[in-house]
């Protein structure tokens, strides 16, 4: 009964921004480091940025560093994806997931606990 349930997604033009939201429940959401993926059209699901357990330290895939800012809160049991200057290269449906913290080593799809259905973000030129 775990859920995650992403929410904010839209259709908007190149250098707007937008702000995701996962909002999760049945686990006990500090115990999880939350990431995020993407899955463009015809494209593998991509890691885009996690944040651990506590809400420090941030990690980026490099295309979007600068311009995508995760947070957590954990009274809340939800992340936040804020998502500037959009570019039509970040349309994807976009997923939230949740790794158990004591799990170690890149952040492949494989190694993630629960995922959310996704939200589609279409960003257009």
């Known amino acids: 009964q775990v859920q995650l349930v992403e929410s904010g997604g839209g259709l908007v033009q190149a250098g707007d921004s937008l702000r995701l939201s996962c909002a999760t429940s049945?686990?006990?959401?500090?115990?999880?480091?939350m990431v995020w993926f993407r899955q463009a059209p015809e494209k593998e699901r991509a890691f885009v940025a996690a944040i651990s357990g506590g809400g420090g330290s941030p990690y980026y895939t490099d295309s979007v560093k600068g311009r995508f800012s995760l947070s957590r809160d954990n009274a809340k049991n939800t992340v936040l994806l804020q998502m500037n200057a959009l570019k039509p290269e970040d349309t994807a449906v976009y997923y939230c997931a949740a790794r158990r913290v004591t799990v170690a080593g890149p952040w492949g799809p494989e190694t993630m606990n629960y995922w959310g259905k996704g939200t589609l973000v279409n960003v257009s030129s």
């Open positions: 049945g686990l006990t959401f500090s115990r999880y480091a």
